[in-house]
């Protein structure tokens, strides 16, 4: 990786290093950055003309787990050093590229694990449980006007399938022991050391599941790695279906194949944080009553965000200050 270029004793300290945030800074984040660094705030899309002034000279990039970091934009940058992403995410990253230059990449894992897998719980029951329509049914006057709502679906105790068993997942399993949930996993390898089944492939998981949870990665290994023959597998053949639940990346499930099971009632039902064009939800999965939807907010608690802030920031101070960043991307360790 580019070392910053060091500070000889006895001379005048070094401007500031240049950034480009290619996202809106989270304002738990932008005050960190102003005052460490000389912020670009997505200058490359504002105005390129002021941007291809200041490109030479940008040597970090500030982005969030949504952001996109192409091959291009990295070839634009001759001075850039690192990218530090505000997020575990980092499938918009060209970490290709970036390596290929020399560039280090810096995520943020660990500080979200408790939030995303609540959230994980939360989807399970509010689409289990009908949450959004028990609510409705009493704001409404319905309750008092039609009588109960009909009977729902019992998760304690359930058939839980999760997609991923890395730090998320381990935590998702973990809350969903206190739910008596008979748990089995897939990932791309078993883990000996965890006390969940695994089993080899996400079909084959649908197919002992009532509830399946995916919390893998996005890009290209993961893309539609549920499909239709995934969902009709959750689906079964008993009376009560199953339930998909994504924390991950809406790239994980073929959306068209997801909102065809939902209409024809092959499963019964879906939480979903993400989605294949965010902020862009389809219609046709809006107008669906048993899919609870959330804006990707697996993390997005106060306290969650600013320990992410504070991370994404200790990785670029690090960097700029000759040491290596407490959590590159994997593909980045070791290269400090
Ligand atoms: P992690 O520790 O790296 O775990 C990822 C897991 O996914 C690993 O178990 C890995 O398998 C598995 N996996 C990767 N490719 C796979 C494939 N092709 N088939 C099956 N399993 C595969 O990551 P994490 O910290 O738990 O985060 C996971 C992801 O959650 C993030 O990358 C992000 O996409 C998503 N996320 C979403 C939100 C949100 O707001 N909704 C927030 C944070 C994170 P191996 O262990 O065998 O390698």
């Not at 996005?218 to 995934?230: D, E, I, K, P």
């Not at 697996?298 to 101070?317: E, F, H, K």
């Amino acid at each position: 990786m580019n070392a910053p270029p060091s500070t000889p004793a006895g001379t005048a300290a070094q401007a500031p290093a240049e950034i480009l945030s290619v996202t809106r800074p989270s304002p738990l984040l932008e005050p960190q950055l102003r005052a460490a660094f000389t912020l670009h705030d997505r200058l490359h899309e504002s105005d390129p003309a002021a941007f291809a002034a200041v490109a030479p000279r940008i040597r970090g990039i500030a982005a969030s787990g949504e952001s996109k970091v192409s091959a291009e934009l990295i070839a634009s940058l001759p001075a850039l050093e690192v990218i530090s992403v505000m997020g575990v995410g980092y499938d918009g990253i060209d970490v290709a590229a970036a390596r290929a230059r020399g560039v280090m990449v810096t995520h943020t894992p660990d500080v979200l694990n408790d939030d995303v897998a609540d959230l994980a719980l939360a989807l399970m029951l509010a689409t289990a449980r009908q949450i959004p329509l028990a609510d409705h049914h009493v704001r409404s006057g319905q309750w008092a006007a039609a009588g109960p709502l009909p009977l729902a679906r019992k998760m304690s105790g359930a058939r839980l399938g999760i997609v991923g068993m890395g730090r998320i997942g381990q935590a998702i399993a973990q809350r969903a022991a206190a739910f008596n949930m008979a748990i089995a996993y897939t990932a791309r390898s078993a883990k000996p050391g965890l006390p969940w089944r695994y089993l080899p492939s996400a079909q084959a998981l649908a197919a002992e599941s009532d509830f399946l949870v995916l919390i893998t990665p996005g890009g290209a290994g993961t893309r539609h790695l549920v499909n239709a023959q995934v969902l009709a597998a959750l689906g079964g053949s008993s009376a009560e279906r199953g339930i998909l639940v994504n924390v991950a990346r809406g790239s994980v499930v073929d959306e068209a194949a997801l909102i065809d099971a939902l209409e024809r009632g092959v499963i019964a039902g879906a939480g979903l944080d993400v989605f294949a064009d965010e902020p862009r939800v389809p219609e046709r999965l809006r107008a669906l009553p048993q899919v609870v939807l959330a804006p990707h907010i697996g993390s997005a608690t106060r306290a969650t965000r600013q320990a992410m802030a504070d991370l994404a920031q200790a990785n670029l101070a690090a960097h700029f200050s000759g040491q290596t960043p407490p959590t590159p991307v994997p593909e980045c360790r070791g290269h400090g």
